[in-house]
């Protein structure tokens, strides 16, 4: 039987926002399961978790710039229509109109792994929420429930603010080159505890395999695939080391 390897990319090429970002949800994920990953996975864990928090944090420590200002009002307004999107599914799902009732927890369903974003980094709630918009225009059944109860024009909203979120975040980004460069201190502890994780959950899914584990090793591959698609492929990046 062939062996599970993670998807394997430049890992070095992620800027240091993508990097804390692959590695925070890592450690989110992984830190629910925890209780089933084994000894060694767990002393991986704590040892990731240490150097991730210490990394992110200064990844989002930015220098101020003209254009922070600016990236915290379209924030907070994207995290005003996440909470009056879930008030009016809430709303509506205690309805007596049972149609409505029924839209509103069909759309719940869909809503409630992404509500909790504008909680979490900001390259993670940017890229989230366009994937939930993209979804949901996917699905028409979806639409019709949002439409019924009235939070149709609230998924609009959010959609065109996100995109201002984006724009703007990317302007401040520009600015503020010079701290991509200072947080790289912190990145190469934080690196190397991702790897040697990623090595031991390679490891324990091919010789002490359970569920937590076969569902933490999938969800990783797939964040990795996710963030190797946000790496600009470089004119010659000669032999950089890929993870």
Known sequence: MKNLKLFSFRFNDLSNSDAASLITQTCEYAGKVNGNLGEMANASLTELMTNAAGFSAQVNRPRKSKYSDQVAEDRKASADLFSEINRAVVYESKSRDAAKKQAALDFELFFHPYSALPKGPIGTQMEQTSEMIKKYKADPALMSAAKLIGVDVLIDELETDNAELKAAYE???????????????????????????????????????????????????????????????????GTTPTA
């Open 171 to 237: 302007t401040r980004t520009a600015d503020s080159g010079k701290h991509e460069a200072s947080s790289t201190d912190l990145r190469p502890a934080a690196t190397e505890s991702y790897m040697q994780f990623c090595s031991i959950i390679e490891q324990a899914v091919n010789l002490t395999p359970n569920e937590s584990i076969v569902a933490l090793f999938n969800y990783m591959d797939e964040l990795r695939r996710k963030h190797s698609a946000l790496i600009q492929k470089p004119k010659d990046k």
